[in-house]
Each structure stands twice: as structure tokens, then as C-alpha cells.
């Protein structure tokens, strides 16, 4: 199913704002649930966002594992008399992982329309297109700067260097070598896009014609209403249990 | 014929370093100006100075007068509807996910109507041909459909004057051949182009040429300095100077310092029903069988997004092809690691900055020798002697990145020749380089050849081949 990308924007906005402000494990999981639901409507690739949050998603684990061990509480594992995992770290950990999890996988929404149609949507919200444009251009530096580094990385192996093969310490060298370049490399290439961006005419007027029209179609509105009642729903339960 | 632009006294420098003094050219409605020069003359600087793109610590005296205004006086709007840049590397052009939204870009901007837009694109995607692509994500296009795109959407604002800073260097003989016929309409049709390249064929469009000599360098009688001289002149010029036929009278006394550089001549490169695609639906290369004998030089030609540079991957083994294989000597590539290969084969990048990673040329040559512990002082003297035979002594403690396209490719190869492979792969190795700098490039490959060494050259320049010994075209 396509929704428009400014219905995408507010799907995202609601369950991230849910996420936050959810007190316990039980609502964490039904938001989850909803943003899956969300998910496959709208046909997100989970390979794809899987792959390329393999490393945010690993350190996710890892901090939620960490929040697990180290939060005092009811004992659940012990040995030798030690508590292991506390039943209330071993909550918070898995709340930490669950709200992440819904952070990233609704942000995948926003993967299911193009850079150029979430700008317009932005700017159609009445965001300063060169706001909008900023935000499109500092969210693609990250896949620049990521292409960068892997050329790079690429480079150095091609230079007969077998990585994987070095001490620990010459690999931190080797990353640390392929750093700067890469990082100087995709500022250039920033620099250039800037030039060639304003060599388009780009701020030459306060407003700018878009190409595809957006327009809010009925599956767009029940959408927007469902979500809407999903919010308010949410809150007003938090507000009867207080 | 109307003066569309002026450019008077003009002088560029960085600091110290005067890249053009004293300018003097003008361009006229319905002309083609060229200009030519080394590399590292500022060519592309001057363009972006003409198109009010200023570097931040350039230094400009003198003005560029676009119908008697200066361009850096203009607002964006005035300066944008009259003038279109295209600049050399298509990635740096393309910010956009898909084509017909890049296409549609500077359109937006000026607020064009939509409808007119829709237009503008069928039109421009049909003159450059690639109206196949208009759906296509960018990020998807090879090296020379980039640029066509990019031509396109510098074009799609309808400017009246073109700026081409090398625009040819990535495509296919029939692109090349399109886009050389656009830009001679556009001049029919009252336009005014200034055309920066590098090859005769693209000089032959040329009214007139301007060619910028490099001070720095040693320089030849045929060049005069900033004087207009015209199309005839030109070839007058390289028929006696430049001209390919005469490599060996002509190239750099270092070139013909160079030793045997080839480790182990005895090897194979063998692909056996190679096939590989991005798309599910579309194979890019498909049952493709061939061989690489050391001792020879093959040219990889076909047209843009054939799957040249891609064909590059699978050999290396950093694309893992569906079906097939690549062989070195007998031993499956999917089974080695890209380090051991690398030890076979010397790649240099199309774009040779993503190779350096030192703030010095010879902390680069020491690079890999550092990172496995072999630098020795024999090591070091080979460094030293290796520095000398590509002209690279001089340079020893400058930055990589400050070098010019010509230095850098000697370094990228260089850097090859160290480490004593058996072949080299070379992607486009002569795209955008002076002739001075080809001439080098396409001696260096011939002794490689010569002393064992096999080598493989994915390129569009299908003139390479007359000058280089026991070649063998593979057209994909």
C-alpha cells in the first residue's frame, strides 16, 4: 500500500512520541506490534535495514545486555549467591531494546518513499525548503561518508593488506589511517554537491515548483485518524492509571 | 555575433601559486570555445570562477562579464537561467535518489510550471539518450550514465551558455559522439559553450581554442600561452608535438627508466562462464568466458553501464559472482582472500584519490610495508629508486591529494609496481589526463608488458590499443 510521504512523516512522529513516553514493557511491545503492522503495509525491506543497521543494532543488544547485569533489584539469576540478573534490570534492559527497536523500525518508514518525496513532504509542512533540503542532504551524508570509508577500506586490502590477518593494533591503525581520508573525502564531496546544487539554481527563489504533486488520498486520511486514535488512546490510558 | 561572455584580465591563483595570469578570451553567440591544457592549469578552476562557484581561498583578479555583468555580481536566479556547469566528476553532481528527479531539479528552482518541466526532461533525456534511465536510482548508473545524467540536468533549465568541464572523458564512443552533436546544435541554435577537454576529437568541435600552459612545467614551442589559436593550429600542434604516434621521441626521459618491474610473469587470468547482476530481473553479464595470458595487453571496451568496472570487481573478487568463476594461476579467486589477490593484480581506481591514505607520497609508498612489518632498508632503497623512475622524487613529502591528476596516476602505479604483482588492472587509466601524462601512463604499461607482466585496461579509448603491443580487444 503507498501512503503519502507526509502520512508516512506523521506515522513515524506518533510512534516514536508513544515509544518515549511508554511506562512498561506491556505497552512497549503493543507499539511495537503496531509499528511491525505499519511496516509491512507499507512493504519495508527488514533485510535491508537489518544490513544496514547491523553495527547500531548489535551495540543496542549490547547496551541493553550491560542495563541488564548491572541494575540492582529482585534476584531472577544467581550464582553462588550473586545476582546475576535482577528482575528489574533485566526489564529495563529489554524496555531499552524494545523502544530502540521501535525508534529504528518506524524510521524505516520513511526508506519506503524517496529523499526527494519526504523534502517535499517537509516542505509541504511548511518547513523552509533549504531546511528541508539541509535535512535531506545531512541524513545522505551518512551513506557518503559510509561509502567513503568502505572504497577506502577496499583500497587498503587492495594493496595486499589481509586485514583480518593484523594484530589488534595495526588494525586500529589501519581504520584510523582510513578515517581522516574519508572523512576529508566526503566533505569535498559535500563541497561539491553544494557547488553543483547552487549551479541548479538552488535558493534562487523563497519557494520552488515540485515536480510530482502530493496529494492526500482516502487511505491517507483513515491512516492518519487510526494513528491519531492510537495516540490519543495511549495517553488517555496513562492518564486514567495515572 | 553577440558577445555573450568576456573575460578580462583575468588571474587566478591559490597563495602563491598563479594557476592563469592575464586572461583574454571572449565567447560569442552561436561558438564553441575550447580550452585545453595540463593538468593541474586550472582549467576547472577557471570554469567555476566563470560560473561564480569560488573556491574559498581562490584569489581572482580581473572579471568574467556575462552580457557585459560580472558573474559574481549576478543574484543566483539571473546567473543560473543563463548559464549551465557541468563539472568533471559525476558523483559529486548527483544528489538526487532517482534521475527524473535530478532532471528535474533546477527546474524546480527556478519555478518552472510543471507541465513545462515534464517537457524540458523528455526533451533533455532524448538528446542525451537516456530516456531508459529516467526511472532508474542513481546510485544504480555506472560511471558514464552518471554523467549523461548530469549533462542532462544542467541542460534541462534551457541555459544560453554551457560550461563542459571535461564531460566527455567517462562515456562510450556513441555518447561521446551524442553529446559532441548537442553541443554543436546548441551553438547553432545562438548558444555559446566553453568546452574544457583533453582529446583531438573533442577539440574538432572547437571554433577556436584557448590553451592555459603550466609554468611550472617544461614547456614546448608549439604552446603559446594564453593566445587564442585556432582549430588548425591545434592540430598543426599535436601532429608535431603531441601527437600519440610519436610516444616514444617525445615521453619523459624518466619513463624510459624503468626497470622490470614484474614479480612472477608465469600467470593466468581465467574466467569461466562469469555470470553476475545487481537486479534480480536483468543479468549484466551473463556466461562470460575469457582469458588474461601474461605477456599481453587487453583492452575491456563496451558502452556505458555495460559492466566494465563491474567486470573489474569480479576479477579482483570483490563482487562474488551467481554463477562462474575467476581463476589466477589455477587457484579459484571466491576461495582467496582480496589481500592475496591484490598481490596478483594491481588495481588503480578510476579515481585514484580513494587510493591514498598518508599526508605524504612517501609515507604512501611505505604504507603497506609499514602495516606488515617489511620495511627494510632494501625496501626503502626499492621505495627510493621507484620514486625516481616515476618522476615522483621531487615530490616525496607532499600531500597525495595535492598533486595533479597525471602525479597522482604515476603514484597509483607506483604504488602498484611495489608491491611486484604479475598483472595490472587499470580502470579508465587515461580518462582525464594531458597527453604529456597518457603518454607516460601508456609507456610504463608497455614495459610492463614487455618485461612479462600482463595487463588489463577498461577503457573507452579505443586509440590505446595501436599504441600498445600484443593487444587484445574484449568488447563486453
Redesign the interface.
Known amino acids: 500500500m503507498k501512503f503519502d510521504p507526509r502520512t508516512k512523516l506523521f506515522i513515524i512522529a506518533v510512534l516514536t512520541a508513544v515509544s518515549v513516553f511508554a511506562p512498561s514493557i506491556f505497552y512497549l511491545l503493543g507499539i511495537l506490534f503496531v509499528t511491525l503492522v505499519f511496516d509491512i503495509i507499507l512493504k519495508v525491506n527488514f533485510l535491508t535495514v537489518l544490513k544496514r543497521l547491523k553495527f547500531l543494532l548489535s551495540a543496542i543488544v549490547f547496551v541493553s545486555l550491560i542495563q541488564s547485569l548491572t541494575i540492582k533489584g529482585e534476584p531472577l539469576i544467581t550464582i553462588n549467591g550473586f545476582t546475576l540478573i535482577s528482575y528489574q534490570g533485566l526489564m529495563l534492559g529489554l524496555e531499552f531494546l524494545v523502544r530502540m527497536s521501535i525508534i529504528i523500525f518506524a524510521s524505516a518508514i520513511a526508506l519506503t518513499s524517496?529523499?526527494?518525496e519526504m523534502t517535499d513532504a517537509l516542505i509541504r509542512l511548511k518547513f523552509p525548503y533549504e531546511v528541508a533540503f539541509m535535512v535531506s542532504?545531512a541524513i545522505?551524508f551518512l551513506p557518503m561518508f559510509r561509502e567513503?570509508f568502505l572504497?577506502?577500506v577496499?583500497?587498503?586490502?587492495?594493496?595486499?593488506?589481509?586485514?583480518?590477518?593484523?594484530p589488534i593494533g595495526?588494525k586500529f591503525?589501519?581504520y584510523a589511517?582510513?578515517l581522516?581520508?574519508a572523512v576529508?573525502?566526503g566533505a569535498i564531496?559535500s563541497r561539491?554537491?553544494a557547488?553543483?546544487?547552487?549551479?541548479?539554481?538552488?535558493?534562487?527563489?523563497s519557494?520552488?515548483?515540485?515536480?510530482r504533486?502530493l496529494k492526500l488520498k482516502p487511505r491517507d486520511f483513515i491512516a492518519i485518524i487510526l494513528v491519531a486514535l492510537l495516540m490519543a488512546g495511549f495517553f488517555a490510558t496513562l492518564m486514567i492509571i495515572g | 555575433m553577440e558577445t555573450v561572455l568576456e573575460i578580462k584580465n583575468l588571474t587566478l591563483s591559490y597563495g602563491e601559486r598563479i594557476l592563469c595570469e592575464n586572461l583574454n578570451f571572449s565567447v560569442n553567440a552561436g561558438e564553441i570555445v575550447g580550452v585545453r591544457g595540463g593538468n593541474g592549469t586550472g582549467k576547472s578552476t577557471l570554469i567555476?570562477r566563470i560560473?561564480a562557484?569560488m573556491p574559498a581561498n581562490l584569489n581572482s583578479e580581473g572579471s568574467v562579464l556575462l552580457y557585459g555583468a560580472e558573474t559574481l555580481d549576478l543574484?543566483?536566479?539571473d546567473r543560473?537561467?543563463a548559464?549551465?556547469?557541468i563539472?568533471q566528476?559525476p558523483?559529486?553532481?548527483l544528489?538526487?535518489?532517482?534521475v527524473?528527479?535530478e532532471l528535474?531539479?533546477?527546474?524546480?528552482?527556478?519555478?518552472?510550471?510543471?507541465e513545462e518541466?515534464?517537457k524540458r526532461i523528455n526533451a533533455v533525456s532524448e538528446l542525451t539518450g537516456i530516456s531508459h534511465l529516467t526511472d532508474s536510482k542513481s546510485e544504480k548508473l555506472s560511471g558514464g550514465e552518471k554523467q549523461l545524467v548530469a549533462i542532462a540536468?544542467?541542460i534541462s533549465?534551457y541555459p544560453r551558455v554551457i560550461l563542459a568541464d571535461e564531460i566527455t572523458a567517462r562515456l562510450d564512443l556513441e555518447a561521446r559522439t551524442r553529446i559532441r552533436t548537442l553541443l554543436k546544435d546548441f551553438a547553432k541554435a545562438g548558444g555559446a559553450v566553453i568546452f574544457v577537454h583533453h582529446t583531438e576529437e573533442d577539440g574538432g568541435v572547437c571554433d577556436r581554442v584557448i590553451e592555459i600552459r603550466d609554468e611550472r612545467r617544461e614547456t614546448r614551442d608549439e604552446i603559446r600561452n594564453n593566445n587564442i589559436i585556432t582549430n588548425d593550429d591545434l592540430r598543426l600542434t599535436n601532429d608535431r608535438g603531441i601527437n600519440n604516434d610519436s610516444i616514444n621521441q617525445n615521453s619523459p626521459p624518466l619513463v624510459s627508466r624503468l626497470s622490470s618491474l614484474v614479480s612472477n610473469p608465469q600467470q593466468t587470468i581465467v574466467l569461466n562462464n562469469l555470470s553476475f547482476s545487481y537486479l534480480k530481473t536483468k543479468a549484466l553479464i551473463s556466461n562470460l568466458s575469457m582469458s588474461f595470458e601474461s605477456g599481453k595487453c587487453y583492452l575491456i571496451t563496451g558502452k556505458n553501464g555495460a559492466g566494465k568496472t563491474t567486470l573489474g570487481k569480479l576479477i579482483?573478487g570483490?563482487l562474488k559472482p551467481q554463477s562462474g568463476s575467476v581463476e589466477i594461476g589455477g587457484e579459484c579467486v571466491a576461495k582467496m582472500?582480496?589481500?592475496?589477490v591484490?598481490?596478483k593484480i594491481g588495481?588503480v581506481?578510476q579515481n585514484p584519490?580513494?587510493?591514498?591514505?598518508?599526508n605524504s607520497v612517501g609515507e604512501e609508498c611505505e604504507?603497506?610495508f609499514k602495516?606488515?612489518s617489511a620495511l627494510t632498508d632494501s625496501v626503502k632503497e626499492r621505495i627510493n629508486d621507484c620514486l625516481v623512475k616515476f618522476g615522483l622524487q621531487d615530490f616525496r613529502e607532499r600531500n597525495p591529494?595535492t598533486l595533479s591528476t597525471g602525479e597522482k596516476q604515476r603514484l597509483a602505479l607506483a604504488?602498484t609496481s611495489l608491491?611486484g604483482v604479475s598483472f595490472l588492472l587499470l580502470d579508465e587509466p587515461t580518462s582525464s589526463l594531458d597527453n604529456e601524462a597518457k603518454n607516460f601512463v601508456v609507456d610504463y604499461i608497455k614495459r610492463f608488458v614487455a618485461d612479462g607482466g600482463g595487463a588489463i585496461i577498461i577503457t573507452h579509448d579505443s586509440t590505446l590499443l595501436s599504441h600498445l603491443p600484443e593487444g587484445v580487444i574484449y568488447e563486453i
Not at chain 1, 154 to 166: E, H, N, S, Y
Not at chain 1, 195 to 205: E, P
Not at chain 2, 104 to 114: G, I, M, P, Y
Open positions: 524517496s529523499g526527494k542532504t545522505s567513503e572504497h577506502r577496499t583500497a587498503v586490502k587492495l594493496r595486499g593488506i589481509d586485514i583480518k590477518k593484523l595495526k591503525k589501519v589511517f582510513v581522516s581520508p576529508v573525502g564531496k561539491a554537491l557547488d553543483s546544487m547552487t549551479a541548479k539554481a538552488f535558493r534562487a527563489h519557494s520552488r515548483t515540485m515536480l504533486e | 567555476k560560473s562557484l543574484n543566483i536566479k543560473c537561467t548559464i549551465a556547469t563539472f566528476e558523483e559529486a553532481q544528489f538526487s535518489s532517482f527524473e528527479d528535474s531539479f533546477a527546474n524546480e528552482n527556478l519555478r518552472v510550471q510543471r518541466i515534464r540536468s544542467a533549465s579482483l570483490l582472500r582480496i589481500g592475496s591484490a598481490k588495481y581506481f584519490d580513494l587510493q591514498f591514505f598518508t604504507f603497506s602495516l606488515t591529494l604504488i608491491s
